[in-house]
Nanobody, 119 residues
Framework: QVQLVESGGGLVQAGGSLRLSCAVSGLVFKVFDMGWFRQAPGKEREFVGR????????YYADSVKGRFTISRDNAKNTVYLQMNSLKPEDTAVYSC????????????WGQGTQVTVSS
């Protein structure tokens, strides 16, 4: 059974930082790229970023570039999203997802964790 479990969300003031974690089980973690997405109330789900299976390549949405950093620890089957200089517009449910290298279709998804940034 594949499980992706996010943690680390919460309430933070604008300008603050949070680090989200996504613990993965039930699949061979090291063969999957990992992505982070977010969805704010009343809005469509938005791509945040992606990290390659080796961790050597990362890609970010323009809205978070320079503020957010994705990393992974293949020994711990965990991917991270470090979020700095948070803004109220970053408020959303953040989810991680697994995708095979070269594919655009994310096969497995976590339930998400709430991030709320107060002004």
């Amino acid at each position: 059974q594949v499980q992706l479990v996010e943690s680390g969300g919460g309430l933070v003031q604008a300008g603050g930082s949070l680090r989200l974690s996504c613990a993965v089980s039930g699949l061979v973690f090291k063969v999957f790229d990992m992505g982070w997405f977010r969805q704010a109330p009343g809005k469509e789900r938005e791509f945040v970023g992606r990290i390659s299976r080796s961790g050597g390549n990362t890609y970010y949405a323009d809205s978070v570039k320079g503020r957010f950093t994705i990393s992974r620890d293949n020994a711990k089957n965990t991917v991270y999203l470090q979020m700095n200089s948070l803004k109220p517009e970053d408020t959303a449910v953040y989810s991680c997802a697994a995708v095979l290298q070269g594919s655009a279709k994310y096969d497995y998804w976590g339930q998400g964790t709430q991030v709320t940034v107060s002004s």
